[in-house]
């Protein structure tokens, strides 16, 4: 069986929002380059469940939106996650 992109990958694919997603962030010089050099207005994490380093979350201009889903909320039904901005971004504002 071939691995497949999940379906968040496959949305952003097809609107041509790039997407990465690396192992680790933390200790990731090449990933960090790559994300510094594009100089990104707002990043969004979908399903990370490690912590986001500082300078990740200081980088984009309109911050950093994090969605999280828990397994125990899959079975409630379909719904949006916040797309509230955390506070790194407000405190830059």
């Known amino acids: 069986m071939e ?3 999940p379906p968040v990958k496959r949305a952003a694919a097809a609107h041509g929002i790039a997407v990465a997603q690396p192992e680790k962030i933390r200790e990731n ?3 960090r380059a ?3 050099l594009a100089r990104p207005d707002a ?3 979908v399903a990370y469940g490690r912590i986001i380093p500082q300078w990740m979350l200081e980088l984009p201009r309109l911050g950093v939106s994090i969605c999280m889903i828990a ?3 899959v079975s409630r039904g379909p719904r949006r996650c916040s797309g509230r901005w955390p506070m790194a971004s407000e405190r830059r504002a």
């Open 3 to 5: 691995m497949q992109a």
């Open 29 to 31: 010089a090449e990933f």
């Open 34 to 36: 790559r994300l510094e």
């Open 43 to 45: 990043i969004v994490v």
């Open 71 to 73: 397994a125990a909320e």
